[in-house]
């Protein structure tokens, strides 16, 4: 069966870092694409981070550019989200999800609309 499952979050002071990781299992390379995404308290679910199907293009909303990294490991079937120089405005529940891709042509579209299948989320806080 396919699944999606999230871990690695917690609580973290300002500048600090974290390292989501995904368990991507029956999600393949080149027919699934991957990206993160993000939930606040009070806030809409948006898009913080995807792939393209082939694992060729990133996407980064503007909020973490520069601080945030996605990466695949297909033979592992895992997704990571590397988080550098953490804000208390990333405070969020984060998401694994999936969806055929999340880019069409040279647009991207990662967001909670395209989606086809989200994992349970976890929590990140950044607080002091």
Known sequence: QSQ???SGGGVVQPGGSLRLSCSTS???SGY???????????????????????????YYR???KGRFTISRDNA???MYLQMNNLEPEDTAVY???ADLDFMLGRSWYCR?????SWGQG????VSS
Do not use: H
């Not at 909670?112 to 086809?116: A, E, L, M, W």
């Open 95 to 97: 998401y694994c999800a």
């Open 76 to 78: 592992k079937n895992m």
């Open 112 to 116: 909670p609309g395209r989606v086809d």
């Open 62 to 64: 503007d909020a973490v």
């Open 122 to 125: 976890i929590p990140v806080t």
């Open 4 to 6: 999606l499952a999230e």
């Open 32 to 58: 699934a694409a991957l990206g993160w995404f993000r939930q606040a308290p009070g806030k809409e679910r948006e898009g913080v981070s995807c792939l393209s199907k082939d694992d060729s293009r990133t």
């Open 26 to 28: 029956g999600f393949t």
